[in-house]
């Protein structure tokens, strides 16, 4: 079952997606060369004590840490360590969430460490990125939950890789409802399988955290001995992006971004919803 929300469910929801906002700023800058995966928990944890948030990874099924910090080959599910330290040249991606009086956001971003970074990792995730907010403009009333993982899928095909060969969309991860729980019904995909139809109509109350994987070689993965940390199978570097995302009587509302989504949306033509919050 999908959990509709009300525009007052909405509103604790945006309060929960802008603590993950500022864990976002907070780490991108302490991301930088010498720091390790462990200082950015730790400067996750501050701001979540800073907004009297809780955090909703660390715990999560035994998750030891306040954020996942997947470094280079790693897609998801990175555990900070001290023993892991950014070096320049190295992209890492952060996933992070926070709870605010019941209620969840969810988002993630890839960052680069240092500089010299080679032009087809700044592609990777400009295109990981750029899909991600081809799914947010297509959360329409009307449409389906396929139609967000057709805009997904079609926007990072039609993108050409340098160095050709095609893109990898990582197959056993994707989306999710959010709301009172980080993960729920229904689960995205990133890409179109027809043995799963169409998916329920998105109306108004619907709420989804979109997060698209992509990796410049496999769309294959595996799970390190730790039984978190995934990895590409043939070692390629990869790219995560995720935001969590409402859709209301007046549109969309990118729950976890500062403006409400309302710069990147405005670029497909559409117009965010008002943020509740002002």
Same mark, same amino acid.
Request: proline share 9%; charged share 25%; hydrophobic share 35%.
């Given at each position: 079952m999908v959990q509709i929300k009300?525009?007052?469910q909405i509103a604790k929801m945006r309060a929960a997606g802008l603590? @993950?906002? %500022?864990? *976002?700023? #907070?780490?991108?800058?302490?991301?930088?060369? +010498?720091?390790?995966?462990?200082?950015?928990?730790?400067?996750?944890?501050? @701001?979540? %004590?800073? *907004?009297? #948030?809780?955090?909703?990874?660390?715990?999560? +099924?035994?998750?030891p840490a306040t954020i996942c910090t997947s470094v280079n080959d790693v897609v998801v599910h990175g555990i900070p360590s001290e023993d892991v330290v950014l070096k320049d040249g190295d992209i890492i991606s952060i996933d992070c969430g926070a709870i605010i009086d019941g209620w969840h956001g969810d988002a993630a971003y890839t960052a680069f460490v240092g500089s010299g970074?080679?032009?087809?990792?700044?592609?990777?995730?400009r295109v990981t990125e750029e899909s991600m907010w081809a799914g947010i403009a297509a959360m329409k009333q009307g449409n389906r939950l396929v139609d967000v993982s057709r805009a997904i899928e079609t926007y990072i095909r039609r993108q050409p890789?340098?160095?050709?060969?095609?893109?990898?969309?990582i197959e056993d991860y994707g989306g999710h409802g959010i709301g009172t729980e980080m993960h729920m019904d229904?689960?995205?995909?990133?890409?179109?399988?027809?043995?799963?139809?169409?998916?329920?109509?998105?109306?108004?109350g619907f709420c989804l955290a979109i997060e698209p994987m992509v990796?410049?070689?496999?769309?294959?993965?595996?799970v390190l001995s730790d039984d978190w940390t995934v990895i590409t199978t043939d070692g390629t570097w990869s790219s995560h992006w995720e935001h969590s995302v409402a859709?209301?009587?007046?549109?969309?509302?990118?729950?976890?971004?500062?403006?409400?989504?309302?710069?990147?949306?405005?670029?497909?033509?559409i117009t965010a919803a008002p943020d509740p919050l002002g």
């Open positions: 009300t525009p007052e603590v @993950v906002a %500022a864990i *976002h700023a #907070a780490t991108r800058e302490a991301a930088v060369p +010498g720091a390790s995966t462990k200082d950015l928990d730790e400067v996750a944890r501050k @701001v979540l %004590a800073e *907004h009297n #948030a809780k955090p909703n990874f660390l715990g999560y +099924g035994g998750f970074h080679a032009p087809e990792l700044i592609e990777l995730s890789k340098p160095g050709g060969g095609k893109y990898g969309i229904p689960h995205l995909l990133n890409y179109v399988d027809r043995r799963r139809g169409k998916g329920p109509k998105l109306v108004p990796s410049l070689g496999t769309p294959r993965t595996e859709l209301t009587e007046e549109g969309p509302l990118v729950l976890t971004s500062p403006d409400g989504g309302k710069a990147k949306l405005a670029e497909h033509g």
